[in-house]
Nanobody
Framework: QVQLVESGGGSVQAGGSLRLSCAASGAMYGQYSMAWFRQAPGKEREGVAR???????????YYADSGKGRFTISRDNAKNMLFLQMNSLNTEDTANYYC????????????????WGQGTQVTVSS
């Protein structure tokens, strides 16, 4: 099973930016989805963005409304890394952010992803 380790979280003021990273150990072949989720205190975990890959190619990306226009998901296949560039952060983006993987194309719902990292905390202050 692929191990996922997130990094890049921290504290930032509203309007600032952060870039989250997810290092994956172990190769992934065929078609697979990689995604970012987040969970704020007292709230359910929600999907933020998903990237669909096939071997070493990116097939498509998808963003939940919460990140559309502000977040960018990307993949570096050579380094086996997943990234989430977050711009124009606001206090509602404060959450623990998780990287996850799934076989094939799956909707951006946490029940569809079987492999998770430990998360990295993002705190946005006003």
């Amino acid at each position: 099973q692929v191990q996922l380790v997130e990094s890049g979280g921290g504290s930032v003021q509203a309007g600032g930016s952060l870039r989250l990273s997810c290092a994956a150990s172990g190769a992934m072949y065929g078609q697979y989805s990689m995604a970012w989720f987040r969970q704020a205190p007292g709230k359910e975990r929600e999907g933020v963005a998903r990237i669909l890959c096939e071997d070493y190619s990116v097939r498509d990306t998808y963003y939940a409304d919460s990140g559309k226009g502000r977040f960018t998901i990307s993949r570096d296949n050579a380094k086996n890394m997943l990234f989430l560039q977050m711009n124009s952060l606001n206090t509602e983006d404060t959450a623990n952010y998780y990287c996850a993987t799934a076989r094939g194309w799956v909707p951006l719902l946490d029940a569809n992803f079987h492999n998770w990292g430990q998360g990295t905390q993002v705190t946005v202050s006003s």
